[in-house]
């Protein structure tokens, strides 16, 4: 008898399905809808809505709704066993809110499966469009809360991060501000995630700890919702937030919609959904405390397991809750690839295995040379007006140009990272650039510690049915553990893994010096 359990990732432009076989330990099933392709009557760009200022950024709740109802129909067209799945959990895009009137909770109760989900929800929103994490226009309501929280030690403290504008928190303090009569008629606010998981439990679904975490609102040791944060946000805050649950908690049978529409098993439990990024933790394997992946993408992120809640007093790092009840940290470099691609291209470098040629050509430490890559704003360290800085580095080397770019990048994790007190074992890394086997290297060496390949495809949408299965089993009355219950659905690459080379990490811990120098008088 198989145990099917189905994981589902509404992203910035797409949801994935990903169904699991925990008595084979395999995936069995995937598949994605992307939004601007499939659902092109929103139109939206790369699943978000053209408006005129760039700093705003909404996507429509009802496209998301609608591509649930495809993607079950895709599943059922494709011949999945709808009714072996034994519970369902899912995760989203993080700090996005979907506002909803008084007609929500009947609404979720009655879903009919004549009529699609877009039918449905009808006349169920106060706010037409959910703001989501790429929206930048909220720095005076950051300003704003964080000055009645008493600054940004305090803010980050209380709960995981400093104001930001993308957070909810922030976010719902600018619909109050600019809407007001619309906030007073709003009954309920979710996000993204718990927006899908009521779907799913026809009923307004808690907030995880993990997203929880995410909107300037949540205590994050205690797991309650702020007082305090609520009321320096918005009048009437707390009887608009549904209550918190635990990553993973049942919800109880999943709505008859999805039974009679679609054959799930009127018996499959709807389960509490969480944020991208703590899904993603779990799909990556990294249950243990410690463990620690870095993603090069367009932005680089660092992340990985935190057992004790430990918070970062410059306000630059967050901390989220984790499905396996820890803490998921995670801190967000903005100048990833897109710094990389600038270099390569400034210097007519053709590919990736040219400019990892360039970084063979070069000693470890450069000699000194430092470049500061803030093509753009950056996250991690703030830095509000973008500009690149080189300090004993001649602009006309460009080898020279390609290690700088990316000792910098590395000293600059390793730097913004001390907060977390979690010195890795080793690090996986994934995205795109993890490829080049030169940057991996320097990786090693400045981070001290093994560096391997991990691909997942779809990594969250596999950790919510990891999610899944994991509520099920502890709602069955069982103890499952983490990583016994993870293994052997990611590994990393064999073959893949590359150790530091111990002079080269005894440059780079004199490097690190100069480099925080060489940030301090750049800020
Ligand atoms: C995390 C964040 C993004 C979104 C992307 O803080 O804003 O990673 O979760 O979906």
């Known amino acids: 008898m198989p145990k099917l359990f189905l994981g589902l990732d509404s992203s910035t432009q797409s949801l994935s399905a990903v169904v699991i076989d925990l008595g084979s330990r395999r995936t069995i099933y995937e598949k994605s809808v992307n939004f601007d392709r499939a659902l092109p009557h929103y139109r939206t760009k790369n699943g978000v809505l053209p408006l005129r200022d760039p700093l705003v ?24 066993a709808l009714g072996d799945i034994l519970a369902v959990s899912g995760c989203g895009q993080q700090h996005g ?3 909803f009137n008084d007609r929500i909770g009947p609404a979720l109760e009655l879903l009919d499966p004549k009529r699609s989900l877009v039918e449905n929800l009808r006349g169920v929103f106060a706010r037409k469009t959910a703001p989501i994490w790429m929206d930048a226009s909220t720095s005076a309501e950051c300003a704003e809360i964080r000055k009645k929280l008493g600054g940004i030690k305090y803010t980050a403290s209380r709960t995981g991060s400093d104001t930001f504008e993308r957070f909810t928190g922030p976010q719902i303090r600018k619909f109050f501000k600019t809407e007001p009569e619309a906030y007073a008629k709003t009954s309920s606010i979710a996000l993204v995630s718990s927006f899908l ?91 243990k405390p410690g463990q620690v ?78 470049l500061l890559p803030w093509f753009e704003a950056e996250i991690v360290p703030r830095v509000n007006r973008p500009g690149i800085r080189r300090f004993d580095l001649d602009s006309a080397d460009a080898a020279a140009n390609c290690r700088a770019v990316f000792e ?19 690090i996986l890394a994934t995205g795109g650039a993890s490829s080049n086997e030169a940057l991996l290297q320097v990786m090693a060496d400045v981070m001290h510690c093994r560096v391997q390949r991990i691909e997942v495809s779809k990594s969250a949408a596999l950790g919510a049915a990891l999610q899944a299965a994991h509520g099920w089993l502890t709602a069955a009355g069982k103890s499952p553990r983490w990583d016994k ?30 480099y925080a120098d060489c940030e301090r008088e750049a800020l």
């Open 197 to 287: 998981a009521s779907l799913l439990a026809g009923r307004v679904a808690p907030i995880d700890y993990g997203d929880g975490a995410g909107m300037n609102l949540m205590d994050i040791r205690k797991k309650v919702w702020d007082m305090d944060a609520l009321k320096a946000t918005a009048p009437s805050l707390k009887k608009k937030l549904p209550p918190l649950a635990a990553p993973g908690q049942d919800l109880g049978p999943v709505s008859r919609y999805f039974v009679d529409k679609y054959g799930l098993n009127p018996e499959a439990r709807a389960t509490a959904w969480t944020g991208d990024n703590p899904a993603s933790v779990i799909g990556l394997g990294l249950v």
């Open 97 to 99: 809110s979907v506002y």
């Open 485 to 514: 219950l993870v293994a052997g659905f990611s590994a990393p690459i064999p073959g893949s893994e590359i150790r530091p080379n111990p002079k080269a990490s005894r440059v780079y811990d004199q490097l690190l010096e100069k």
């Open 293 to 370: 992946a870095v993603s090069l993408g367009t932005s680089d992120t660092f992340f990985g397991s935190m057992e004790q809640c430990r918070t970062d007093e410059t306000g630059e790092g967050h901390v989220f809750g984790s499905p396996t009840g820890q803490y998921v940290t995670l801190i967000c470099f903005k100048n990833g690839s897109l710094a990389r691609e600038k270099v390569r291209e400034l210097y007519g470098i053709a590919d990736w295995p040219a400019f990892g040629e360039r970084l063979r050509q070069t000693p470890p430490g450069n000699h000194g040379g430092i």
């Open 408 to 426: 910098a990048q590395m000293l600059s994790m390793r730097l913004h990272s001390q907060w977390m007190k979690v010195a890795p074992e080793k």
């Open 57 to 80: 950024k909404h996507s429509p709740p009802l496209m998301w709704a609608e591509a649930l109802d495809l993607i079950f129909a895709g599943m059922k067209k494709d011949g999945v």
